[in-house]
Each structure stands twice: as structure tokens, then as C-alpha cells.
């Protein structure tokens, strides 16, 4: 039986994170990207263009997992040349990928795409989930639109089993990353909450990220549409008090819409990344049995920063004193 892993977008945030982590469990890794920079050196790479058939379409041949990342970062500025560069990387990527496997003589069992929480309609009032969550409106829920429908009408073989993972943010103590950028501003005294503080944040701690993923390998019946969150959902005030509690910051200056719409254009991105309502419920993860070592977001948060990098977060995470949240005012919390 194969245990190759073929991971496309290998030289991305996850990417790099999933290539060490089925290395490291006894797995042949054949990583995929545009270019090698990033990569995390595990596995053998191989380069392609998203767009054509190549001889990187010959590692998907009998493979155990394919599955893909590829996709130009939505952490930029709306302006209409980068949102037609989001939405084809998208596209192109998952349409030339279907075309490879379907023309495989042994298709790989499971083919993962990789979606959006993002998918779902701006929720402040319950819960979204994958089978009665309503579909959203705006740039963020076409970006994801386009995506599972390039992903769902690819013809291939039935053998193949097909899942979207529409997933949360996803958190892991890496330079330029949603960690990275709140816990640096948090540091700062400018943890406040952002927009009215209100809004829901769908998370994963990136351990977890990577377990559910090798758990729905290991579902044979698990295939459309599932949830890689936490099945806790802070609102953006908590969230960002979760963020100087670890730091040991006791004060936060809060951004109304108006400041964050500033503070955005600054960092060169969009405010809807921080005010959208992120609610998405991980009912089928929950359903199948799959456990969180990291169900609460606080202590998510407060596990990661001392596992910095990629090396940092596969080293055993030492036990952290209260230290620095011990002598936080309650009212600072």
C-alpha cells in the first residue's frame, strides 16, 4: 500500500508545516510549488506552474493523500488586478489538478482541497455549519464560491474521495503570520478590540490543524464540505485579550471600523479580515469523534508562543510558568 503524500503549495504556511509533520510520521512526501524558496526541505520537491500538466502529475499516481493549498495570500488590497490573481491561483490550481488525476491509472484514494470559513454568511447571532450553514455574499464567500466549485465538478474516478476543508485561521508562532501580527501588536498596548469587539473568530491551533487532517484521511465515509475550526468561538474582544494575556500587556487601545480601515490600508490589507464574523461550528469533526488537544483559545495562544518557527513548534512545548498573566488586573484581562 502507498504511503506517499503529495502536498501542493509545499512552500506555504501550512504547507511547510504539513511536509515536516507526515515526514516525520513515516510517510514518502512529494512536495509541490511554484517555486522551492519557503519549502521546508522535507520530501522530495518537484516544481509546477498551476496551471499545465507536468511530470509532477506522475507523484499523484497510486498516492494515499493529495492534497491541495495552492493560492495567491488574500492578505493584500482588494484592488481588481489582485482579486482576479486570488480567485484564478484558486481555480487554475484545483481545475489542472482534476485533470491530472482523472487521466491517473491508479488515482490517489483522497484528494483534500483546501476552503474557507469564510464560505458563510457574516454571523454574529449562531453557529455555521457544513449542513445547514448559509452561504455569505462579498469578495471573501466568491473567492471561496469559485474555489469548491472548480474543486466539486472536477470528473474523476470514483475511487478518489473528495473533501473541502473550509478552515478557520490557523495558528502557529511564524514571522508574518495572524499570530504573529497580534501578539506583535498586542506587545505594543494596541491589543484592544477591533470594530465593535463583537464579532466571532473561527481558529485552529495548528497541532490540531494537522491531526484533523490526517483523521479525515483515516474516515473512508468522510467526503464534501468539513470544518477545520476550534469548537470555540471567541468573540474579537476576548480573542484579543487572550493575545496580551500571554504577552503580559495590561492595557489594549481598542480600533473602531474607522481607525481599522486606516491601520489596514497602512499594513496594505482589508479591514474584512479582522471585522468579518467568522462563526463556522465543526459539526462533523465532532460527529466522527475527533478530540482537540487545543479546544480553548487562550490556551492555545498561550502554547505557542513558546514554540517559535517551524523547529520551535516540533519541539516538545516546555511548560510555561503563569509568569507575566499572573499580575494582570482582572480588569486588564
Keep these: ?48 506552474d498551476g496551471k499545465e500538466i507536468g511530470p509532477w502529475a506522475y507523484a499523484l499516481e497510486g498516492a494515499e493523500l ?74 471573501s464567500h466568491e473567492v471561496a464560491a469559485a474555489w469548491e466549485d472548480a474543486f466539486f465538478s472536477a470528473k474523476i474516478p470514483a475511487e478518489t474521495r473528495k473533501v473541502a476543508l473550509r478552515m478557520g485561521m490557523v495558528l ?14 498586542a506587545g505594543r498596548g494596541l491589543g484592544g478590540a477591533i470594530g465593535n469587539g463583537d464579532q466571532r473568530i473561527s481558529w485552529i491551533h495548528m497541532e490540531d490543524f494537522l491531526r484533523a487532517v490526517e483523521f479525515v484521511m483515516r474516515e473512508p465515509f468522510m467526503d464534501g464540505m468539513v470544518n477545520l475550526t476550534a469548537p470555540d468561538f471567541p468573540t474579537n474582544r476576548e480573542w484579543m485579550r487572550y493575545f496580551r494575556e500571554t504577552v503580559g500587556m495590561p492595557i489594549g487601545l481598542p480600533a473602531g471600523e474607522r481607525l481599522a480601515k486606516i491601520g489596514a490600508a497602512f499594513m496594505n490589507t482589508e479591514t474584512e479580515l479582522v471585522l468579518k464574523s467568522r462563526w463556522a461550528e465543526p459539526l462533523r469533526l465532532k460527529e466522527a469523534g475527533f478530540r482537540w488537544k487545543h479546544a480553548k483559545a487562550d490556551a492555545a495562544i498561550e502554547d505557542l508562543e513558546n514554540r517559535p518557527g517551524l523547529a520551535g513548534f516540533f519541539r516538545e512545548s516546555a511548560r510555561r510558568s503563569a509568569g507575566a498573566k499572573a499580575w494582570l488586573p482582572a480588569t486588564a484581562r
Excluded at 13 to 20: E, I, K, N, S, V
Excluded at 79 to 94: A, F, G, K, L, M
Excluded at 95 to 123: D, F, K, M, Q
Aim: glycine share 10%; proline share 4%; aromatic share 10%.
Design 1 to 48: 500500500m502507498s504511503t506517499t503524500v503529495v502536498i501542493i503549495g509545499a512552500n506555504g504556511f501550512l504547507g511547510r508545516y504539513l511536509c515536516r509533520y507526515f515526514a516525520r510520521n513515516g510517510r514518502e512526501v512529494v512536495a509541490i510549488a511554484r517555486k522551492k524558496e519557503g519549502w521546508s526541505g522535507d520530501g522530495m520537491f518537484l516544481e509546477w
Design 66 to 139: 493529495v492534497i491541495n493549498l495552492s493560492g495567491r495570500s488574500v492578505n493584500c488590497r482588494y484592488i481588481p488586478q489582485n482579486r482576479e490573481e486570488i480567485i484564478r491561483s484558486r481555480v487554475d490550481s484545483t481545475t489542472v489538478l482534476g485533470r491530472a488525476i482523472s487521466e491517473c491509472r491508479v488515482p490517489p484514494r483522497l484528494w483534500l482541497n483546501a476552503s474557507t470559513a469564510t464560505w458563510y454568511r457574516h454571523a454574529e447571532d449562531r453557529a455555521q455549519d457544513e449542513w445547514d450553514g448559509e452561504p455569505g455574499e462579498g469578495f
Design 172 to 185: 502557529a508562532n511564524e514571522p508574518g503570520t495572524v499570530y504573529d501580527i497580534l501578539s506583535s501588536m
